[in-house]
């Protein structure tokens, strides 16, 4: 089947790579500060300054130092919705997303996202930066959703539909930083970054199941309990 594009991605300008380069220049910076100076510890001029670029250059990617945090997230679903967009146009959508988080086989991908939500964790005012993060995505699973279903020649869906299916993908994916955050208490080593990365596809593995919760094992398997000889019948012999 045809990838859902339709057609081999076209190989990005030099301007879009430089684009590319400016934005990743600025949420770097906006992390290294958050990680230094702790939240609302420094300004969209420090950013800049760290960055090396100019105050206007900045508001021409972000309009907020907040904004430049919630890009963090950002930049990991723009690498799963590339390999999204790479599956075939039949293919369920949970499947292929799914499949796109597979793809993403270096646990490092999920790095920068581990170390945003663990700082959250210990930063109640990094709360606005979260909301807005997750915001964005909800926007961005919507619009991929569109595009796979329109390609497909389906017919047009309804916004409880696509915001529904939006929303549970996002409720999965904060479900499995949870649990990650629980486990492994914001740990960045590669053993703790590729159990976060397994814990998002099993997300994704449940939902497309409708949360079918496995088979208990076989009678066969399990243990014989001991017998309860407090209520046996008495035997034969006994007075």
Not at 153 to 173: F, H, K, N, P, Q
């Amino acid at each position: 089947m045809p990838a859902a594009s339709g057609a081999a991605p076209e190989a990005p300008s030099r301007r879009e790579l430089n684009k590319a380069a400016t934005r990743q220049a600025i949420t770097d910076a906006a992390l290294a500060l958050l990680r230094s100076n702790g939240p609302g510890n420094f300004t969209v001029e420090d950013i800049a300054d760290a960055a090396g670029i100019s105050r206007r250059t900045f508001f021409n990617y972000f309009g907020s130092t907040e904004a430049a945090i919630a890009a963090v997230t950002f930049g990991f679903l723009d690498k799963a919705l590339q390999q999204f967009r790479l599956r075939p146009v039949g293919e369920p959508f949970l499947e292929s997303a799914r499949a796109a988080l597979v793809e993403l086989a270096d646990p490092m991908t999920v790095a920068p996202l581990a170390e945003l939500y663990s700082l959250g964790q210990a930063n109640p005012q990094l709360s606005r930066s979260e909301l807005e993060a997750w915001d964005h995505c909800t926007g961005q699973i919507i619009s991929a959703a569109r595009e796979r279903f329109s390609a497909g020649g389906g017919m047009e869906l309804d916004e409880l539909y696509l915001r529904a299916l939006a929303g549970s993908v996002i409720s999965c994916g904060k479900a499995a930083m949870d649990v990650w955050f629980a486990r492994c208490g914001g740990s960045l080593t590669p053993d703790s970054l590729s159990t976060l990365r397994q814990l998002l596809i099993d997300s994704m593995s449940l939902l497309g199941s409708g949360f079918a919760r496995p088979d208990p094992a076989p009678l066969s398997t399990q243990t014989a309990a001991p017998a309860d000889h407090s209520t046996a019948t008495p035997s034969p012999d006994r007075h």
